[in-house]
C-alpha cells in the first residue's frame, strides 16, 4: 500500500530510514537479554554524562515554545530539568532489571498425535511512535523497545525537536558501543507532517503504530492509519465520592488526583459526589482545592456548596482539561454516577473513594475502563508505578493491550510446532 | 464517527441491531459460566435436532451457488452435510468443556505502597466477524463469543444466506431458553454492503471487528474499517524440503497438506525444494501429488524431475490456490528458501522437512510467521487441531491474536486497583 509513497522523491530517505529499522529490527531480535541490558546502561550514562547539553536542546525548544504561546501545561511537559534527566536515566536502568519478554513460553502443550506446540514472546519488529511535544517520552519509547527487541521509530512534535534530536542521537551513541544498530533508534522529526502521514501508511514495513497525546492526534492517526495502532491516552478520568467516603480519603485523593501533575492524562477531570455525601465532603474538599488554586467548574446542587467554584456547562463534562480545573457534579445514585461515566469517560482509569464493600465491588464489575480502582489515587495508573519500569502509553482501547503499556506489551507471539511426520486424519 | 450513518433511514434497524447486542453484551459479561454452557449444550442439541432443515436451507444456497458459477471449492466451503452439522455440534460441545477465560487473573501485585493492583479477563464485549461463504463460520464465532460472554453481530456472504439465516434463527432460540438474550447472537446480512461499511465504521459500538475469507476480503476490511481490526487468514503456505528430509515424510506430509482439503487457508500452496534434495524426494512426491490429481506449477528446475508439471510464472509464488494446484521451486540454501518465504508469504504458516536439528532450529528461528513447523502437516495449523475446540479465524496479525485464535483470543483486560486512602507522593 505504501509503494505510491516509496516513489517520491522527498520521502525516498524516509523509506531509507524504514529499511534500515527493518534490518536492525532483525539483528534486535537475536540479541541477548545481556547485550541489550548493557546497550541500556549505556544510554542511561551517556544521559548522566550530557545532562547540560540536553537541557541546553530543551532550552531552545522552551525559548520556541514560549514565543509560540503554549500553554504553561504543554511548558511543562516539554521541560526537561535536571531531575527530570535524572529520573529519565532511573527508568532506563529500572528497565534494565526488568526480565526480557522475548523468548518466555505464553502457553505449550503436546497433542494426543505427539505434535508438540508452543506459543512463545517475540518482539513485534518495527515499533512507530506518534506523540506531541513531550521529549521524555523519546526515552521511555526507545529504553523500552530496546529491551523488548523491537526497533523505534519515533516522530515526535515539532515543538520538542532540538530535544528529541539530541536524545536520539545519545541513544544511537550509546547502544552502537554494545553492537546494536544505531538505526534500531530513529526520529524521522525531519520529514515533518509528510513522514507522519508516511508513516501511518506503512503497513508492513511498521508492525505497531502507537499515538500518544491529545485526543485530536489520536483520532486522526486511528482514522487514518494503514498500520495497526494501540490507541493511547486521552484521559476524561472521574472520582465517585459515595455517602460512605472517609472525608480525609476524599480530600487527600481528589487533591494528589487534581494537582500532583496536572498536566498527565492520569489527572483526575471530573468529581462525581453522591447527594447523600455531598453537604458532608464537598466544602472540605473544595476547601482544600482552593488553598492549590483549582478552579471548580461545578453543576448546580454542587455550586450551593462550593460558593468559589464557577457554573459547569455541558463542554465541561467531555473536558480534558490537562490544567488546574476540575469538574464536578453531584448524582442521586451510583447508577447514575456510573451512567456519567459511561457516556463522558475515554475508558482511561477511574476511582471511587466508599467504605462499602458492596459499592467498591458494583463500582469495579460495572465500569468499563482499563484501569477501575477503590480508594486510591487516579496518578497510580501508570506504567511506572504499577512496576513496569516506565511506560509507552495508557491504551484506552481493548486489542491488545489495556490500560499501562509495559515490556510484554511490546511483543507478539508465534507458535513453534515440532512433529515427526504426522499428518492430519 | 458513525454518527452521519446512524441518521440514514435505511440504516435505522441496522443500528437498532448494534443497540441491542451492545445490551445483551452488558448481560452476557454478567452471566456464570455455567448459564453460558447451558446455553451452548442447548445450541449443539438444537443444531442436531434440526439437521434436516439446514441442509434443506444450505441445498438453497448450494443450488443458487452452482447457478452462478461457484468454483468447486467454494460449494465445498459453502457445504453443510450431516456429518459436517455434526462435527459443528461436537465443536461447540467441545467449547463447553474449555475452560472459561473470563475472570482470570493475568497478572497481579501489591505495590510497596499497599496497593493491590490485579489484570483481570473480561469479555470484549460486541465482536463483528465479516466473512465469506462458510456457515461453518457463523456457529463457530458465535459459539466462541457467546462461552468468552461477547455478543457477536455476523455478516456472512450473501452465497450462503439461507443457511446463516437459519443458524442463527436456531441460536437465538437456543440461547434464550438459559435465559441469555437472543440479541447476543446477531446477522446483518439483510443490509448487503451497506451493513458490512456500516459495521466497519462503527467504532465504539463494535469492540473488534475479524474479517474471514478471501485476501480481498481481509485487505478491504483492514484498509476500510474504523473498528479495531484483527486480520485472518489468507495462507500462503509453504513446506521447505532440505537435503536431509526423509523421502516418506516428504511424500506423506506434502501429500496431506495439499490435498487433505484443499479449499482451506492451512493447505500448502507453495513446496521448496534444496538443490541437494531435488533428484531424491521431487519425483517421488510428484508422482504421489498425481495419484490425487494435483497440478504442479514448477520453476525450471523443479520441471526436469516433474515431466507432468506445468511451467510457473511469477504469480504462481504469490498465490493462494485453494485448489489441487501447487507451485514447486528448486533453491540453492536454506536461506534462499527463507528468502522466498520472506518474500511471497502470507505469514500464516510453514514448515520444514528435515533431520538437520540446526536446520529446524534455524528455521524456527528466522521465518517470521504466526506459525512456524517442523517436520508436520500445515493442516494441524488449526484451533481446533491446537485444542482450542474451534477457531475464530488464524490472525496473520501481530497485534493482540498471533495464529489460531480461541476463547483466550476474544477477550480484552481491565486493572482492577485497590489501596486503602493512597495518594502519590
Known amino acids: 500500500m505504501s509503494e505510491p509513497l516509496r516513489t517520491e522523491p522527498d520521502l525516498a530517505p524516509f523509506f531509507a530510514k524504514l529499511d534500515a529499522a527493518r534490518a536492525a529490527s532483525l539483528e534486535l531480535a537475536a540479541a541477548t537479554t545481556q547485550q541489550k541490558n548493557e546497550a541500556l546502561v549505556?544510554?542511561?550514562a551517556t544521559l548522566r554524562a550530557h545532562v547540560s547539553e540536553i537541557i541546553a536542546a530543551n532550552q531552545r525548544d522552551i525559548d520556541a515554545g514560549r514565543?509560540?504561546?503554549?500553554?504553561?501545561?504543554?511548558?511543562d511537559r516539554l521541560a526537561l530539568t535536571a531531575p527530570r534527566i535524572e529520573s529519565l536515566a532511573t527508568a532506563v536502568l529500572e528497565i534494565v532489571g526488568l526480565p526480557d519478554p522475548v523468548g518466555d513460553v505464553v502457553r505449550g502443550s503436546t497433542l494426543p498425535n505427539g505434535v508438540q506446540i508452543a506459543q512463545l514472546r517475540v518482539p513485534f519488529g518495527v515499533v512507530g511512535a506518534i506523540y506531541e511535544a513531550r521529549p521524555n517520552v523519546t526515552v521511555d519509547i526507545a529504553a523500552l523497545a530496546l529491551k523488548s527487541g523491537n526497533a523505534a521509530v519515533l516522530r515526535g512534535g515539532s515543538a520538542a525537536q532540538n530535544s528529541n534530536q539530541t536524545l536520539v542521537a545519545l541513544i544511537q551513541q550509546a547502544i552502537a558501543v554494545h553492537g546494536i544498530p544505531a538505526a534500531a533508534v530513529q526520529s524521522i522529526d525531519e520529514f515533518g507532517r509528510a513522514g507522519a502521514r508516511a508513516l501511518m501508511q506503512a503497513r508492513g514495513q511498521v508492525?505497531?503504530?502507537?499515538?500518544?497525546?491529545?485526543?485530536?492526534?489520536?483520532?486522526?492517526?486511528?482514522?487514518?492509519?494503514?498500520?495497526?495502532?494501540?490507541?493511547?491516552?486521552?484521559?476524561?478520568?472521574?472520582?465517585?465520592?459515595?455517602?460512605?467516603?472517609p472525608v480525609q480519603w476524599s480530600v487527600d485523593i481528589v487533591h494528589n488526583a487534581k494537582t500532583q501533575r496536572p498536566s498527565v492524562c492520569n489527572t483526575v477531570e471530573t468529581v462525581l459526589v453522591l447527594a447523600g455525601a455531598a453537604h458532608r465532603v464537598l466544602p472540605a474538599v473544595g476547601a482544600k482545592l482552593a488553598e492549590s488554586g483549582v478552579t471548580i467548574h461545578a453543576d448546580e446542587r454542587a455550586l450551593a456548596l462550593l460558593p468559589d467554584a464557577v457554573p459547569a456547562t455541558e463542554e465541561d463534562w467531555s473536558t480534558e482539561y490537562l490544567s488546574l480545573d476540575l469538574a464536578v457534579r453531584v448524582v442521586d445514585t451510583l447508577d447514575e454516577a456510573i451512567e456519567h461515566i459511561r457516556r463522558y469517560s475515554t475508558k482511561h482509569t477511574e476511582s471511587i473513594i466508599t467504605n462499602d464493600l458492596g459499592n467498591a465491588e458494583y463500582f469495579l464489575n460495572r465500569v468499563d475502563s482499563a484501569t477501575v480502582m477503590v480508594n486510591t489515587s487516579t496518578r497510580f495508573s501508570d506504567g511506572g508505578e504499577f512496576g513496569f519500569g516506565a511506560e509507552v502509553g495508557i491504551s484506552t482501547q481493548k486489542l491488545h493491550a489495556r490500560g499501562p503499556m509495559g515490556l510484554q506489551e511490546l511483543t507478539s507471539t508465534k507458535w513453534i510446532v515440532r512433529g515427526n511426520g504426522q499428518s492430519r486424519a
Open 67 to 75: 514565543a509560540n504561546g503554549l500553554s504553561d501545561a504543554l511548558l
Open 207 to 245: 508492525d505497531v503504530l502507537i499515538p500518544r497525546g491529545s485526543a485530536d492526534l489520536i483520532n486522526t492517526v486511528v482514522t487514518e492509519s494503514k498500520v495497526p495502532v494501540i490507541e493511547t491516552g486521552a484521559g476524561v478520568v472521574h472520582i465517585v465520592l459515595d455517602e460512605t467516603a
Open 42 to 44: 549505556e544510554v542511561a
